[in-house]
């Protein structure tokens, strides 16, 4: 048991040990180019001995039209050196690698292999002999820390898979320091507060490639208890996920695109929730084109999420009432019939006096629509 124990402890702090495969952050990044032209990209949470983000600034340097590219680290990543066995820069790595933090600053990838072709050995090149490239951080390599600021700062816009304990922390460190970003996380994250309050600003939004299987390398002792979610290709292990999303401030095509609607709305198919005066729309595909009120949509909405077309007022998780003020306990249920709490989301009623919950919704409602 106690080793369960410890084991359960090591995966959750391994949450923020996901590794990004390299195909899935090309498939994302491949929508923005333009944008990258002339900037700065700060990679913040990537140990520049693991990170495909780093691995991919690197090789599109030039192709991108960087004007530099800054990663660090924290310290003392658990697979620190099995991925990317690039660098055997003189004083700066042993054997093991070291696990000290480290920033990597790059301002030009020459074809100094003069091989006729800018790839990752002109990278490993350039930090095996240029001393400036990568040096020691003098703090825990933490996104927050004094000097990781300072050269946030210095950035344009941030692109990582940052510490998913953290995200409330480090989606508001980059709003208040006014940055672009584009950050891969779990689609979950919008019913934080911190996160929603985002959204609600218009400061962020959902990318482009989102949700399908997304496979993330992990620790070797990190715990797959689903099968078909492990796979092990040449002894490295890897966890699939289905949530994963990308969240972004920079501009996107599809969020200019507005949604087709057909369906037309009806009190029998759109039930009013027992507890907050909107109405239940289940499926996104099924928002109803001809209703002027408020609407309780999934979550997934905010992938089709058009500030021209819609406005969002707010989350179920903040909106709803308590149902103890509309109903006995014993008849606010959840969908397999089993007494639920009746805080922090809706309720819609199925008759004879009892009510089922639902999943968190975002409530919005149509742009233009009479009050």
Request: proline letters at 6%.
């Amino acid at each position: 048991m106690a080793g369960n124990e410890t084991l359960s402890a090591r995966n959750r702090a391994a949450l923020d040990e996901w590794y990004t495969q390299l195909t899935d952050i090309e498939a994302e990044l491949r929508h923005y180019r333009d944008q990258f032209n002339g900037k700065v990209v700060f990679c913040n949470c990537d140990d520049p001995y693991e990170s495909n983000f780093f691995k991919y600034f690197a090789m599109n340097f030039n192709h991108l039209g960087l004007r530099r590219l800054i990663t660090t680290c924290y310290a003392g990543s658990p697979i620190s050196g099995e991925q990317l066995p690039l660098f055997e820069t003189a004083g700066l790595r042993d054997t093991p690698p070291p696990r000290e933090p480290y920033k990597v600053v790059i301002s030009e990838v020459p074809d100094l292999n003069e091989d006729g072709a800018i790839d990752l050995a002109d990278v490993e090149y350039l930090l095996r002999n240029d001393a400036n490239a990568m040096t020691p951080l003098k703090g825990g390599g933490d996104f927050r820390s004094v000097e990781c600021v300072e050269l946030l700062d210095e950035a344009d816009i941030v692109v990582t898979n940052p510490p998913w304990s953290l995200i409330r922390e480090f989606i508001p460190l980059l709003a208040t320091h006014k940055k672009h970003f584009l950050v891969i996380g779990d689609q979950n994250f919008i019913t934080y507060r911190e996160i929603f309050e985002q959204i609600m600003a218009d400061n962020l939004w959902f990318g482009y490639e989102n949700g399908g299987t997304k496979w993330f390398r992990v620790p070797g002792d990190y715990e797959i208890k689903t099968e078909s979610r492990k796979k092990v290709v040449d002894g490295v292990k890897f966890f699939s996920m289905g949530r994963a999303y990308w969240f972004t401030n920079l501009d996107t095509t599809k969020r200019h695109e507005p949604m087709t609607l057909f369906k037309r709305y009806t009190p029998e198919e759109y039930p009013t929730y027992t507890n907050y005066p909107a109405i239940e729309v289940s499926r996104v595909a099924e928002i109803p084109m001809d209703y002027d009120g408020e609407m309780g949509v999934p979550i997934t909405f905010l992938d089709k999420y058009n500030p021209d077309q819609f406005q969002i007022i707010g989350q179920s998780l903040e909106l709803a009432e308590p149902m103890s003020r509309y109903a006995a306990k014993e008849d606010y249920m959840s969908s397999g019939g089993k007494v639920v709490g009746g805080t922090g989301k809706f309720f819609v009623p199925v008759g004879n006096g009892k009510h089922m919950g639902v999943y968190q919704r975002v409530v919005i409602k149509r742009i233009g629509a009479a009050s």
